[in-house]
């Protein structure tokens, strides 16, 4: 086993990389996927729970329950602002134990809360704000990773950990369903709440929500804090860190990822109340999970076909398939008296998961090497001292846009699902947000040709 703190980390280097290096990072890749599908799960499981609150007896109604599943991704995309910086400042290893270890409070919070309709909407809206620790995660997560992996990897590296993790989503939308019928925590937790739907009366635990997580965060906590490593090298002020924001490219691609991750955690949150609404015959909690499910399996995939091709090109091209998707998508939705198509809809909502898992992918691969890029250019002619310091820059730079950049997009998490409820509210259908995501995602297939598909761009990546 390595010391806690890596005295030496230089994975550009191919002979430390074999002897040393690659064991080492796989170890602390392997530790954090884990955790970071726990905080997915945390964040995310809202869009279940609100899903069932009405039949148990609570009395909110449908934009309080949009609220409900939008809050976490308010507050988890807030916090990543805060934890995009958190990595070189505390260490991956220390930082890693510490969010981890957050996530108990939501999951035990709602396990209590759930319990007793006559729970105030005022305690669960903080609830769903403290699910936000799970979004956050993810800031701090990959600019963890990033340093451990060489340029040639990062992809790859970056996929497998946020793609992996990403399937917290589905499989909380999958289990909690599942366990929520079953009294597993009933000795320790309470008895079970009566579930009233379509007339029919049966028994669900609804606690079980939240208390399925808790031994898992605890075992993940330990690995964290007895397996994973800080790099001393990869330490840096907040001041230091903060020149992203002079950086345009900063700014480019956190738009380009607010196109695909926005998507995919907003789409996430959103999907079951939307098929509630549109298709009430059709029972969400059945095929809501497939969409996130599929979106994070592809963004490994994403990764590795940036990392073959080049994450320019493989961006730009997904962006076309996300734009087609969403004309899918309007035109299976009920409409002017047609009661539309849930299997038509259904494809096309799982196309449009499998691109932003794919665009996931392929923008993380960008930035690092945009950024090494850039500071290798600056650093030209001044010889081989300056060059590295180029590449240790640009690593703290990339980590650090990473971050920054998945915080601006997690607000996907928050627009999207208002942005249904609202075009649901004012026009009685959800085809005016979806058109306003069309023109999005226009936009970013323009800025990703001329910023760095077209031949003259100036940033090959």
Not at 253 to 275: D, K, N, Q, R, V
Not at 303 to 314: C, F, M, P, S, Y
Not at 401 to 419: D, E, N, R, T
Request: with cysteine; net charge positive; hydrophobic share 50%.
């Amino acid at each position: 086993m390595s010391s806690p703190v890596l005295k030496v980390w230089t994975p550009e280097d191919p002979t430390f990389w074999e002897n040393q290096g690659k064991a080492i990072a796989s170890r602390n890749l392997w530790i954090s996927i884990p955790s970071l599908f726990l905080s997915f799960a945390v964040w995310m499981v809202w869009s279940v729970v609100v899903v069932n609150l009405q039949s148990i007896g609570f009395g909110f109604d449908a934009n309080k329950l949009f609220w409900l599943a939008a809050l976490p991704g308010l507050s988890g995309a807030t916090l990543r602002i805060f934890y995009s910086f958190m990595v070189p400042i505390f260490g991956g290893r220390k930082w890693t134990t510490i969010s981890t270890a957050s996530l108990l409070i939501p999951a035990i919070g709602i396990g209590f809360a759930v319990r007793d309709p006559g729970t105030s909407y005022s305690t669960m809206l903080a609830l769903a704000l403290l699910c936000g620790f799970g979004g956050g995660n993810f800031a701090s997560s990959m600019s963890n990773i990033s340093f451990f992996f060489p340029k040639s990897q990062k992809g790859t590296a970056l996929g497998l950990n946020a793609g992996l993790g990403n399937l917290g989503v589905s499989a909380m939308q999958f289990l909690v369903p599942l366990v929520i019928t079953t009294g597993m925590f009933s000795a320790l937790c309470g008895d079970p709440q009566l579930c009233v739907i379509k007339g029919e009366t049966t028994s669900v635990w609804m606690q079980n929500a939240g208390f399925i997580w808790v031994p898992f965060i605890i075992a993940a906590t330990v690995a964290a804090w007895l397996g994973m490593n800080d790099i001393a090298d990869a330490k840096a002020s907040f001041r230091e860190q903060s020149v992203i924001f002079k950086r345009k490219h900063n700014w480019i691609m956190c738009w380009l990822y607010l196109g695909t991750f926005g998507s995919f955690i907003g789409y996430s949150a959103g999907l079951p109340l939307l098929i509630k609404s549109q298709f009430p015959t059709m029972n969400p909690t059945q095929y809501a999970f497939l969409g996130p499910l599929v979106g994070a399996l592809c963004r490994p995939l994403g990764g590795w076909i940036a990392d073959k091709l080049g994450g320019a090109r493989v961006t730009f091209w997904n962006f076309m398939a996300m734009a087609l998707a969403v004309f899918g998508v309007l035109y299976y939705l009920p409409h002017q008296g047609s009661a539309g198509n849930f299997w038509g809809f259904l494809a096309m909502f799982i196309l449009m998961f499998v691109t932003t898992g794919i665009g996931n992918g392929s923008t993380f691969r960008m930035i690092p090497v945009i950024f090494l890029t850039e500071r290798q250019r600056a650093a030209a002619g001044g010889g081989a001292r300056a060059q590295a310091q180029a590449v240790t820059d640009a690593a703290k730079e990339g980590a650090a846009v990473l971050g920054f950049s998945s915080a601006f997009a997690a607000y996907g998490a928050f627009f999207i699902p208002k942005a249904f409820g609202s075009s649901i509210a004012l026009t009685g259908g959800p085809q005016a947000a979806l058109y306003g995501f069309l023109a999005f995602y226009v936009s970013c297939i323009a800025l990703t040709w001329y910023c760095y598909y077209r031949r003259n761009s100036g940033m090959s990546c």
